[in-house]
């Protein structure tokens, strides 16, 4: 049990368009949800964490505006990166936790190439 | 100081080797530890998570963790050329997780 779907797993579009990268949690409910970001050999840099049915939570330096996170349900969250630009290229990988308390699991992560 | 300590590696060792992984950590506050496995362009993979100090064993790997000496280990024994990814510690109770910055392990045939 425990997984987590992202899609999607590899997009690449022209600067100043808009990505929408799903998370799903298929076989629990997710209380909380996570996103972050990896440059390459290197560990993941949280980017927000998402509460069900509220609004995200976001670390310092990350521009809410520029990406939109929304956790409308239990079991799906999904983040918008607005008006892409090439330094917003990377692997965006979620998470899904049963609650605050549990181990996450990842998503297998979406590579976005902005050209 | 940074809260957690990983050696980036690479750590090469041959098929069928024990491999040892470890990480160091600064704050008492640490309630729980995870160990994850991240193979190339993929995301971590669970492999380990306990609460207390001590051994535990699942197949192939034991995580012990020493909260005294804020030490954490990952033991693989009989270690397979498909067990070649990164190892990232992972320590939680606080605030948010935080996580060492992974050891990549090759295992060569």
């Known amino acids: 049990g425990a997984v987590v779907s992202q899609h999607p797993s590899w997009v690449i579009c022209k600067s100043g368009t808009s990505v929408k990268i799903e998370c799903r949690s298929l076989?629990?409910?997710?209380?909380?949800m996570f996103w972050y970001r990896q440059f390459p050999k290197q560990s993941l840099m949280l980017m927000a964490t998402?509460?069900?049915?509220?609004?995200?939570?976001?670390e310092q330096g990350v521009e809410k505006d520029k990406f939109l996170i929304n956790h409308a349900s239990l079991t799906l969250s999904t983040l918008t990166v607005t008006s892409a630009h090439p330094e917003d290229s990377s692997f965006y990988i979620c998470?899904?936790?049963?609650?605050?308390?549990?181990?996450?699991?990842f998503g297998d992560g979406t590579r976005l190439s902005i050209l | 100081q940074k809260e957690v300590e990983q050696d980036p590696g690479p750590l090469s060792v041959p098929e069928g080797a024990i491999v040892s992984l470890n990480c160091t950590y600064s704050?008492?506050?640490?309630?729980?530890f995870m160990w994850y496995r991240q193979y190339s362009r993929k995301g971590p993979e669970l492999l380990m998570y306990t609460y207390s100090s001590g051994n535990k064993e699942d197949g192939r790997f034991t995580a012990q963790v020493d909260k005294s000496s804020k030490y954490i280990s990952l033991f693989i024994r009989d270690s397979q050329p498909s067990d070649s990814a990164t190892y990232l510690c992972v320590l939680g109770g606080t605030d948010k997780l935080i996580f060492g910055t992974g050891t990549r392990l090759q295992v060569f045939p």
């Open positions: 998402s509460n069900e049915g509220s609004k995200a939570t976001y």
């Open positions: 704050n008492s506050a640490f309630q729980y």
């Open positions: 076989d629990f409910q997710a209380t909380t």
């Open positions: 998470s899904a936790a049963r609650d605050s308390n549990q181990p996450q699991h």
